[in-house]
């Protein structure tokens, strides 16, 4: 069974709309993250967050806003789509924040926008 | 920040061969540096990591080289199979800090 479940897997949006990806791990793990996978760019890390706290937010953008309900939640919304946004979205988590811990993946949200 | 030179964005070697991956980084703080493996279609597992203070690991037919003068690291892959095929991502990070992952590497294994 997957340990991180990320929903939905694969979605189709319209420009200037607004989504949701939803994140729960499963691990007991203290830390979550949001990376994004893009054809033009390499796995880029987009926020992490520990204990529920922000700790590290590399978007320039504030369409993109992590939110977390839960300590094994970090779901990400995003407004005003656009074609650019396409791309898969990864969710991880690690056992504590910071570098040196192990990152677990989630399966990816693969957003397309039109 | 850091940057992640990943050299190789393809490779294709037979079975059995060894393959070997390079990458880059350029802060010298950073301290850890992870693989991770992407099947087509799937999502990244780590395979194996080395911290700055050693310079090989191995895990089964799998090391990890680490030059900190160079400011290089590298994976090896023994006695390839076709399953080791994928995509590799390297990454670096310094403690407490995100991390930096490389633009990945397709390994073809030809049996």
């Known amino acids: 069974d997957p340990k991180i479940i990320q929903k939905p897997k694969y979605l189709v949006a319209v420009t200037g709309s607004e989504k949701i990806l939803i994140c729960e791990q499963y691990l007991g793990h203290n830390a979550m993250y949001w990376y994004r996978q893009s054809a033009k760019k390499p796995l880029e890390f987009m926020f992490s967050?520990?204990?529920?706290?922000?700790?590290d937010n590399q978007t320039a953008s504030s369409r993109f806003q992590p939110q977390s309900s839960k300590k094994n939640h970090l779901d990400l919304q995003i407004t005003a789509l656009k074609p650019d946004d396409s791309a898969t979205y990864f969710c991880?988590?690690?056992?504590?924040?910071?570098?040196?811990?192990?990152?677990?993946f989630g399966e990816g949200s693969r957003l397309i926008v039109v | 920040g850091e940057k992640v030179e990943q050299h190789e964005s393809t490779l294709s070697v037979r079975e059995g061969d060894s393959a070997v991956i390079n990458c880059t980084y350029t802060?010298?703080?950073?301290?850890?540096f992870p693989w991770y493996k992407q099947e087509a279609g799937k999502s990244l597992h780590f395979v194996i990591d080395i911290r700055s203070n050693v310079d090989r690991k191995q895990s089964q037919r799998l090391i990890v080289l680490l030059d900190k003068k160079a400011k290089r690291f590298s994976l090896h892959i023994t006695a390839t199979q076709p399953e080791d095929s994928a995509i590799y991502f390297c990454a670096a990070s310094k403690l407490g800090y995100k991390l930096t992952f490389g633009t990945g590497t397709s390994l073809l294994v030809d049996p």
């Open positions: 802060d010298t703080a950073s301290s850890y």
């Open positions: 991880a988590s690690s056992q504590e924040g910071g570098g040196g811990n192990t990152l677990y």
């Open positions: 967050y520990s204990y529920q706290k922000l700790m």
